[in-house]
Nanobody
Framework: QLQLVESGGGLVQPGGSLRLSCAAS????????VAWFRQAPGKEREGVSC????????KYTESVEGRFRIFRDVAKSAVFLQMDSLKPDDTAVYYC???????????????????WGQGTQVTVSS
């Protein structure tokens, strides 16, 4: 299992932007698919976005399509979630997760992931 470290959460006004980062030393090897999940109070955990080990495949849940972008920076051994046009409904604890994929173009929002970060709070409020 990897040790994942998230950062970048905070308080932002509606319409604002945040960039979350998920770092792990083994991301440098491009051998892991990575996903972002979120969980709001009283709601089930939801898959938000994922990226394949090579970066060639990305997926988004419908509610963030066109507003969020996931990408990886091999040099920084990190995966980022750029969140624009934030809405109050985006308020949640965001977690990154990773796993070894069945092939290097694979990622999925509803699969099991083996390594998880500690979570970072995102609050969208005026």
């Amino acid at each position: 299992q990897l040790q994942l470290v998230e950062s970048g959460g905070g308080l932002v006004q509606p319409g604002g932007s945040l960039r979350l980062s998920c770092a792990a030393s083994k991301f440098r090897s491009d051998s892991y698919a990575v996903a972002w999940f979120r969980q709001a109070p009283g709601k089930e955990r939801e898959g938000v976005s994922c990226i394949s080990s090579t970066g060639g495949t990305t997926k988004y849940t419908e509610s963030v399509e066109g507003r969020f972008r996931i990408f990886r920076d091999v040099a920084k051994s990190a995966v980022f979630l750029q969140m624009d046009s934030l809405k109050p409904d985006d308020t949640a604890v965001y977690y990154c997760a990773s796993r070894s994929p069945p092939h290097n173009m694979w990622c999925a929002l509803e699969a099991q992931y083996s390594s998880w970060g500690q979570g970072t709070q995102v609050t969208v409020s005026s």
